[in-house]
């Protein structure tokens, strides 16, 4: 089994590459792309592109926020509830194909 080791540097360029400031009006989110909440306590907004929605690994993450919270997301808008290391990493492998 291999085993993936994570610089840190790259964990963070992942999140400045995903992560958007954004006013409080929610204006920010490209064409092609949809905002999501990240996190377990204190959520992060992200931006991510439309086609990751279609990816196994990412559709995982849309299976597990439905479990949590059907259709009803606190933040009012899509809201994932895992570690945002998780999130990173899982974007970060989509980003590169």
């Not at 808008?77 to 590169?96: D, H, M, V, Y």
């Amino acid at each position: 089994m291999m085993m993936r080791m994570w610089l840190p540097s790259v964990i963070s360029n992942a999140k400045q590459v995903l992560k958007l400031q954004f006013s409080k009006n929610g204006q920010g989110v490209p064409k092609g792309h949809v905002a999501v909440y990240v996190g377990e306590r204190e959520m992060k907004r992200y931006v991510v592109p439309l086609s990751y929605l279609a990816h196994p690994s990412f559709q995982d993450l849309l299976k597990h926020s439905e479990e949590e919270f059907g259709f009803h997301h606190p933040m009012g808008g899509l809201t994932i509830p895992c570690k945002e290391e998780a999130f990173i990493n899982i974007t970060s492998e989509l980003s590169s194909h």
